[in-house]
């Protein structure tokens, strides 16, 4: 299993962006989907998290100018961000978690690489 992130890069305060991440390989069903984000030296934070029927979750720090959403055919998530600032400047990692196999009924996290996104003042 593999979740690629795309989409980060260089904006300016006040911008937007669109990060999308999407899950391959070995995939039974996908239970829910999450990003996250980490600055250097830093804790990674949760961003917002979509389940499978499409229910958001937003920690409260997160809500407003974030958007996560979904397309389940695509294993694919999306986190629309509006009105960024120089502290959203961090990697945004995507989550996945997911039974790979009709055999096994266990659902087990899977993580991408990170895309960097940087918000210039």
């Known amino acids: 299993v593999q979740l690629q992130a795309s989409g980060g890069g260089l904006v300016q305060a006040g911008g937007s962006l669109r990060l999308s991440c999407a899950a391959s390989?070995?995939?039974?069903?996908?239970?829910?989907m999450a990003w996250h984000r980490q600055v250097p030296g830093k804790q990674r934070e949760l961003v917002a998290t979509v389940n499978s029927g499409g229910i958001t979750y937003y920690p409260d720090s997160m809500k407003g100018r974030f958007t996560i959403s979904r397309d389940n055919a695509k294993n694919t998530v999306y986190l629309q961000m509006n009105s960024l600032k120089p502290e959203d400047t961090a990697v945004y990692y995507c989550?996945?978690?997911?039974?790979?196999?009709?055999?096994?009924?266990?659902?087990?996290?899977?993580w991408g690489q990170g895309t960097l996104v940087t918000v210039s003042s």
């Open positions: 390989g070995s995939i039974f069903s996908i239970n829910y």
């Open positions: 989550n996945a978690n997911l039974r790979y196999s009709r055999y096994s009924s266990q659902y087990s996290d899977y």
